[in-house]
């Protein structure tokens, strides 16, 4: 399995287990209210969130990238989701991120960005990548920033048709 670790996480491939956890990151009311992770359904039960857990693990089967379950070290919490993504009608590969409310402002999305990031570079033969961003999430655009991804466009979002910027970065160049 693999894994990636940082000074404060553990990123994990998705298992079943974590749809419980993921139910509270990308269910959270003040999440779903700010348009912080694209939905493509309503939020539902722990039935729903384990098709969507599952849908995460098929992805990794399927391209041989995705989202890594991020775990604190600290407390053995799952807190978050990181990785890269690339879903039907989706306009790039995507790297995306969703940590617990409850972790916010301690740079822990950025830390399991940048790992995530790396991870792509040394590892797949992606040259580019994208985040898509609500057009009013500062927070997530100051991640984007800060793992060195740099606006590209404002657009629309493929799924519920809201504003969104559009940042990316190219592979390094040796």
Not at 36 to 48: H, I, K, N, R, S
Not at 67 to 72: G, H, I, K, Q, R
Not at 147 to 157: K, L, M, P
């Amino acid at each position: 399995m693999l894994t990636l670790e940082t000074t404060r996480l553990l990123l994990r491939r998705p298992e079943l287990a974590d749809a419980a956890p993921f139910m509270q990151i990308f269910w959270d009311p003040e999440v779903v209210e700010k348009k912080q992770v694209t939905l493509t359904e309503a939020p539902g039960d722990l039935q729903l969130a384990r098709r969507k857990t599952a849908a995460l693990i098929d992805h990794w089967d399927s391209r041989g990238y995705g989202l890594w379950t991020v775990v604190e070290k600290a407390s053995g919490d799952v807190i978050g989701c990181v990785g890269l993504q690339k879903w039907k009608g989706w306009p790039g590969v995507e790297l995306a991120w969703a940590i617990h409310r409850s972790h916010w402002g301690q740079g822990l999305a950025t830390e399991a960005a940048l790992a995530a990031l790396v991870w792509t570079w040394n590892s797949t033969q992606i040259d580019h990548v994208i985040s898509l961003i609500n057009a009013d999430d500062a927070r997530s655009m100051r991640v984007a920033a800060k793992v060195g991804e740099r606006f590209e466009r404002a657009d629309v979002d493929p799924f519920n048709g809201e504003r969104i910027h559009v940042y990316g970065i190219h592979r390094p160049t040796a």
